[in-house]
């Protein structure tokens, strides 16, 4: 923002921008914009289009399908942390009561840090089920810890694990890259509304 206008960066980034489930993808462009400029464009763009809905919180979509690759291979878990954003919108009737008494609560965001005794954590609790579904949608992320199947430790934190693609632009395959961009897209949209079949 300069002298209290907003730059023309529209060159810098194609972006799309789902209403209804709230996910936005974006290009991230060496020597143009990073992850963060845009993240702070954005929020920008919103303010300026769509104050009312006031102050933005994001996470950037987990890789779902390998976080329960990742998470299967544990034995015992003894530690879990979750930080958590209450979502504006979902569909998704997994972790809605947890989402509700979040809201309920009236917070922003919510930590639960969990530490278990003896044989280590029931993962199908609702307590550990259910944030565990909320950050596979994009509402928060997590910290596991804990041993797998062969006794060694293991850690798992969803931010490492996150869904990306690396597609080449250029203005000559505009059209190859524009079908790409909206099929990496809809698989985005997919995981976000079948976050809860934690299989």
Do not use: C
Not at 18 to 29: C, G, K, P, S
Not at 61 to 79: D, M, V
Not at 103 to 114: P, R
């Amino acid at each position: 923002m300069k002298n209290g206008k907003i730059e023309n960066v529209a060159s810098w980034s194609n972006f799309l921008f789902d209403y209804e489930t709230e996910i936005v993808t974006f290009e991230e462009r060496i020597g143009r914009i990073s992850k963060n400029q845009f993240v702070e464009v954005f929020k920008q763009l919103i303010l300026v289009n769509a104050s009312e809905l006031g102050d933005i919180k994001y996470e950037i979509l987990p890789a779902a399908e390998n976080l329960k690759t990742e998470l299967r291979k544990f034995k015992h878990i003894y530690y879990a942390k979750f930080e958590l954003i209450p979502a504006n919108w979902d569909d998704d009737e997994e972790f809605d009561e947890l989402d509700k008494e979040l809201k309920n609560l009236g917070v922003n965001e919510a930590t639960h840090e969990y530490k278990a005794m003896n044989q280590g954590m029931n993962p199908d609790s609702k307590l550990f089920s259910k944030p565990v579904n909320m950050t596979l949608a994009g509402y928060g992320h997590f910290d596991i810890r804990g041993l797998d199947q062969d006794g060694e430790s293991k850690q798992l934190i969803s931010k490492q694990e996150l869904l990306y693609e690396s597609i080449q632009s250029g203005d000559d395959i505009i059209e190859d890259y524009s079908r790409n961009y909206f099929v990496f897209v809809k698989r985005a949209i997919q995981q976000h509304l079948g976050a809860s079949k934690n299989d």
